[in-house]
């Protein structure tokens, strides 16, 4: 072989196999855009996981360090022990509370032992107390988030292991059912292992020193443990969190649904344009079949589905938000009018029993005002309670609250002011406010404090050394509360400190700052000191927040507030689910049906067509035949009325069978103009006018067989969604709206608190309650969905992945329907609209101008039969293989339309109306055996750009997308077979190959002498 003949076979070699490398790219790039989602997510679990735990020690050392100072506050005067006990939130008594003396005061003293933590008291260690640590971590808001939560020693011995695993769906039950509710396990939860050091094998020395996390096999199952160090007196403790690494893999390589609803609509739009990017792509030397033009109408029709369908959803969604964040300066400024309300009343309040105005014979009196008194105190210039009164008990403990920030504020003067008032009396008063922990029970009250005016009267301490007098109270203003579904509000310090969240798990507990995905931006919000909107993540959602100021506060220094500041916010995530949940609903179960409804009726179109033709040209209805102008000026005029009709009973919101029917009637009229003989000709042919009425036709057939019943479905599927939200808000306001008030009856009474005290506690807890800003406040009825599209939306939405609570609470919901305003009168989406319509008229033009020749050329004189082969031997190769293309298939290249105009003239062409050799004989001659061997320039394309090397990149990319979905996303159809399972194991499997070969290559670590 010489160097030629082996250059030759290079040459052909590349062209066969140029298109791979698109094939490449279209696997490779998305691979790693994946490869660098999947990391990124699994780094924020790790990281979400390490602060959650960080988050929780932290509470729990505070915790901890305040029950060792009520402990030691008790005193060696065991009178009140029992009362002490009930008080704990987390502190248990092992011994009797009844019969246990104290016989020699010593500090407490905190003991870390196998099943937790306990506080002994006294020098003899007469009484033990156990702290609840697991009551104290199930009150947290991340435990779901791990598999088990153990307290462990330096050595990694396992003390106590929590039953973190408390699924998502427990905080939504309702309050009889998690008060009275049998815990799985009892008070012992199984332990997942007992000697976490032995288990591991490797890694904990290491991490056991800082806030760390490894990776260890327990009990044959891969985890990621997570180590947070404790700082408990002289005990070194670690809290210690555990999580499968295969349900982090998993969570990683899972899409929420928005994403994967995008991702199958560039797939969806990828698979219904290949017919287009076979049009696109093509070499005029390529043969376009009858099948391709078929397809292209299947697709178009396809297409404009799926674009009116993504139009709607986006619109949708958008009024939605726009809606709702209309309702957030609502929502911003009812709780901050609600919030001033409660602390003029609680001012009044504690004034009144600092000046002797009030009965201070709490547990027989209750408070005038407006407000929910727990207790109220005095303390002197040293921060020493010098006077309590309670309303629960006749006589309570003295402490020091020197170091309590209510104290340190009364008695330095940096207090708050509130405008003026002539109805309240204690106007000019300053004061200052805030939540803490109680110092004697642990629990979370609100505090306001002002300057004590010393006055002496009965049942109140007669020292003139009380310089502030505080109220202990429950603030109900910002306390949970029915709000808008997925709305929330937070109020915070400078610093970022929740002082009072819509979850009170959070309240105190977190820094919104720092669970801000843009802390700058926020920061910069609160150092302006003004009202700001704010697009961000939060908890790892993304949220809209409107921050301002509270700004009815000023310093009493005279002063501008600023130094509280009131988000109102919504998770946006929530809405998202549903609109893409909609989209998806409305796409993949009724267009289905919409499509195969089409195709049904294009199959008949062409069966009757064909059936009615003696000559064999069967499709001879898909090109503009100028006999039949009154047709189709007729059937135009007919489907323009019905979809009129059908449009207009859609708005009105009268009836969604006439849209839905659409396509049947539209298939009905396809069926009718098929098979409709000709008129005879009484005139001259008018081609342009029947070319317009064509055209016109064809893109009435699109707009009413696609737009219109697409549409209808969408706003079915889109009314019935937000009508289960609306459900589910209103659902969870009653639930909230008993529950909550229930709930404070209960602690109350658990406390041994007046019957008075609750009756009214319940009052006050009510009051605050109702919003009157809901969403669904414009709710107006609507049509009742199709029993069939009901039915394949619900089967459709529980196969899809979603992490938002809100959006899989409505699942299971059959709230009635909302009926949304008419998208039409949006101008964005009017104009997107418009502006598809446009294109589709231009596509109906192209497609009778360059793919159905509708074109007005005089017919030349047909070839004699004794003339053909001259005539033939005067062709150009590329000419040759076109007629015996346009001879086998009976419709010609597009990008030819200048070939066939030359070849018609000269008596080889004709439209009857289609396409085809001018006489039986012409068309003999092109498809006899010896010309078939022009057909070889197909596949002898030169050039680069042709549809063989596009459709080896095409079908590569599409199977790998289909294959890739199915492989890593875990709730569509093949997850039967276990193959995500299969993917995130052999990640896993990786991931512990890497860790061991890391430890044999790095070198041995020495222990330190």
């Known amino acids: 072989m010489d160097g030629g003949s082996i250059l030759a076979s290079l040459t052909r070699l590349r062209q066969q196999f140029a298109g791979l490398r698109w094939s490449a790219v279209l696997v ?5 855009i994946y490869g660098w989602y999947v990391a990124r997510q699994f780094q924020q679990q790790e990281e979400q996981s390490q602060r959650d735990l960080g988050h929780a020690a932290l509470v729990l050392e505070s915790t901890v360090d305040k029950a060792l100072v009520n402990v030691d506050n008790l005193g060696t005067n065991t009178a009140f022990l029992c009362q002490f006990t009930r008080e704990q939130p987390y502190l248990e008594l092992v011994q009797p509370c009844a019969s246990t003396p104290i016989k020699e005061y010593a500090p407490p003293r905190l003991l870390a032992a196998h099943g937790g933590l306990q506080i002994a008291y006294g020098k003899a260690a007469e009484l033990t107390f156990r702290v609840r640590v697991d009551l104290l971590l199930r009150e947290l808001s991340f435990p779901e988030s791990f598999h088990s939560l153990a307290l462990a020693n330096s050595d990694g011995l396992v003390l106590l292991s929590a039953d973190a695993q408390q699924p998502v769906w427990l905080r939504q039950l309702r309050l009889d059912e998690t008060e009275y509710r049998e815990p799985a396990f009892g008070e012992n939860p199984p332990q997942l292992v007992s000697d976490l050091k032995a288990a591991a094998k490797t890694g904990f020395d290491e991490a056991r020193a800082s806030s760390s996390r490894f990776r260890a096999e327990l009990a044959g199952k891969a985890y990621q443990i997570y180590l947070q160090p404790l700082r408990f007196q002289d005990q070194k403790l670690l809290l210690v969190g555990f999580r499968p690494t295969m349900d982090v893999l998993r969570q990683s390589l899972a899409f929420d649904t928005y994403l994967l609803a995008f991702l199958l609509l560039l797939l969806g739009g990828l698979c219904l344009s290949y017919p287009f990017l076979k049009l696109w792509s093509m070499h005029p030397a390529e043969r376009f079949r009858i099948r391709d033009l078929l397809l292209l109408y299947l697709s178009t029709g396809a297409i404009l589905s799926l674009c ?38 609680a001012r009044r309040q504690l004034v009144a029993y600092d000046a002797c105005k009030a009965d201070l014979d709490l547990p027989r009196s209750v408070p005038v005002e407006n407000v929910q008194v727990d207790q109220v105190a005095w303390a002197d210039a040293a921060g020493m309670q010098t006077g309590k009164l309670t309303a629960t008990a006749p006589k309570a403990e003295l402490v020091s609250v020197a170091h309590r920030t209510y104290f340190r504020a009364a008695a330095s003067g940096a207090q708050w002011l509130l405008p003026s008032d002539a109805s309240d009396s204690a106007s000019n008063t300053p004061f200052f406010f805030g939540p803490s922990r109680s110092i004697t029970d642990g629990q979370f009250y609100s505090f306001l404090s002002i300057r004590s005016s010393s006055a002496k009267c009965q049942g109140k301490p007669e020292t003139p050394a009380a310089v502030a007098a505080v109220l202990t109270f429950s603030l109900n203003s910002l306390a949970p509360r029915p709000l808008p579904a997925s709305f929330g509000f937070a109020l915070f310090n400078r610093e970022g400190t929740l002082l009072y969240h819509s979850d009170e798990r ?29 697009d961000a993540e939060y908890h790892g959602r993304p949220h809209r927040f409107l921050v301002g100021p509270v700004s009815k506060l000023r310093s009493a220094n005279g002063q501008s507030g600023g130094t509280l500041y009131l988000a109102v916010f919504q998770d946006l995530s929530t809405v998202r689910v549903i609109a893409a949940q909609a989209f998806l609903s409305s796409m993949l179960w009724p267009q289905a049906a919409l499509a195969g409804l089409m195709a049904f009726a294009i199959a008949v179109a062409l069966i009757i067509s064909r059936l009615r033709t003696p000559d064999g040209n069967w499709l001879q209805w ?38 839905l029917l659409l396509p049947l009637i539209t298939a009905l009229i396809a069926i009718v103009i098929a098979v409709w003989r000709n008129a005879p000709q009484q005139a001259p042919q008018d081609v342009p006018s029947a070319a317009r009425w064509h055209r016109f036709l064809l893109f009435m057939l699109a707009v009413s067989m696609s737009l219109v019943p697409a549409a209808a479905l969408f706003h079915i599927i889109w009314g019935q969604e937000l009508g289960r939200l609306f459900a589910l808000e209103r659902n ?3 639930a909230l709206s008993v529950d909550l008030p229930a709930r404070t009856m209960l602690r109350l009474q658990r406390e041994n608190s007046p019957e008075r005290w609750v009756v009214r506690a319940k009052q006050l807890r009510r009051q605050y309650m109702p919003m009157d800003l809901t969403v669904a406040a414009s709710e107006r009825s609507a049509l009742p969905a199709p029993y069939w599209v009901q039915r394949a939306q619900d089967h459709l939405s529980w196969a899809l992945p979603m992490r938002n609570e809100s959006a899989m609470s409505i699942r299971g919901l059959n709230g009635p329907p909302f009926a949304p305003a008419w998208a039409l ?20 033009g192209w497609n009778n101008s360059h793919i159905l020749l509708s074109c007005d050329i005089l017919p030349a004189t047909p070839l004699s039969a004794e003339g053909l082969e001259s005539a033939w031997a005067t062709l150009s190769p590329e000419e040759r293989c076109f007629l015996v293309q346009v001879a086998i298939e009976r419709v010609a290249n597009p990008k030819q339309s200048a070939t066939y105009l030359a070849l018609a003239a000269k008596g080889w062409l004709e439209l009857a109306p289609a396409v085809r050799p001018v006489t039986p004989a012409v068309r003999a001659f092109l498809l006899h055996s010896s010309r078939r061997s022009v057909l070889s320039l197909e596949t002898d394309v030169q050039s680069r750009h042709s549809w063989r090397s596009v459709k080896a990149s095409l079908i590569a990319g599409i199977s790998f997308a289909v294959l890739f979905l199915f492989l890593t996303q875990p709730a569509l159809p093949l997850d039967f077979l276990g193959l995500p399972s ?3 194991a052999a990640i896993g499997s990786l991931v512990k190959w890497s860790d061991q070969l890391s430890s044999l290559l790095s070198p041995a670590k020495r222990d330190p002498v």
């Not at 100028?626 to 019905?642: D, G, I």
């Open 622 to 659: 898909l090109w503009t035949d100028p006999a039949r102008c009154q047709q189709y000026r007729a059937a135009a005029l007919l489907l323009s009325v019905a979809t009129a009709l059908s449009v207009i009973l859609h708005v009105l919101q009268r009836s969604w069978i006439p849209s």
């Open 825 to 844: 009168a949006g101008v964005p989406l009017l104009g997107a609209l418009a502006a598809l319509l446009a294109l589709l008229w231009l596509w109906t």
């Open 982 to 984: 299969f993917v995130a």
């Open 506 to 534: 959070l309240s105190l507990r977190q820094n919104i700052i720092n669970e801000s995905s843009e802390p700058a931006r926020l920061r910069a919000l609160l150092l302006a000191g003004g009202n700001g909107w704010l």
């Open 28 to 32: 490779v790039l998305p691979l790693a």
């Open 732 to 734: 969870q306001a009653a």
């Open 308 to 345: 009116v369908t993504v139009l709607l959803a986006l619109d949708g969604y958008v009024r939605y938000q726009s809606f709702a964040a209309a309702l957030l300066p609502q929502v911003h400024s009812r709780l901050e009018s609600d919030l001033i309300s409660e602390l003029r009343a």
